[in-house]
């Protein structure tokens, strides 16, 4: 086996393990009821699997130009889906779309309470 073959099983590999991934955070999305629930499953999965998907299509083009735009790709996505899974639970929270039984702990309720812009 050559070096091409190995790179295209770990390819596939890694295809076949972000695909996986997207749908069980698709199947978990129809599972919870709760905002942040659906939040968590919308966004950890996803970035992982992204991740392996973008790794997989790498490893089977072999460009140079495809490679750095993936790994641009990635980056983004590692930058921008905390800062929005963040902005989304905090609207769901200040909207009173997140039942705050479920919490285990509950830091925003002080600062809501004192008015803070928090």
Request: hydrophobic letters at 55%.
């Amino acid at each position: 086996m050559n070096w091409e073959a190995i790179a295209d099983v770990v390819g596939i590999s890694c295809i076949l393990i972000g695909s996986i991934f997207t749908l069980i955070a698709a199947i978990g999305a129809f599972r919870y009821d709760d905002l942040l629930a659906r939040q968590h499953v919308a966004t950890k999965p996803q970035v992982f699997s992204l991740i392996m998907l973008m790794a997989g299509v790498s490893l089977l083009v072999r460009e140079a130009s495809m490679t750095w735009t993936m790994l641009l790709v990635i980056g983004l996505q590692l930058v921008t889906s905390p800062i929005s899974a963040h902005m989304m639970a905090r609207s769901g929270y200040r909207t009173g779309r997140v039942d705050r039984r479920r919490l285990v702990l509950d830091e925003l309720a002080e600062d809501v309470a004192r008015g803070d812009d928090a």
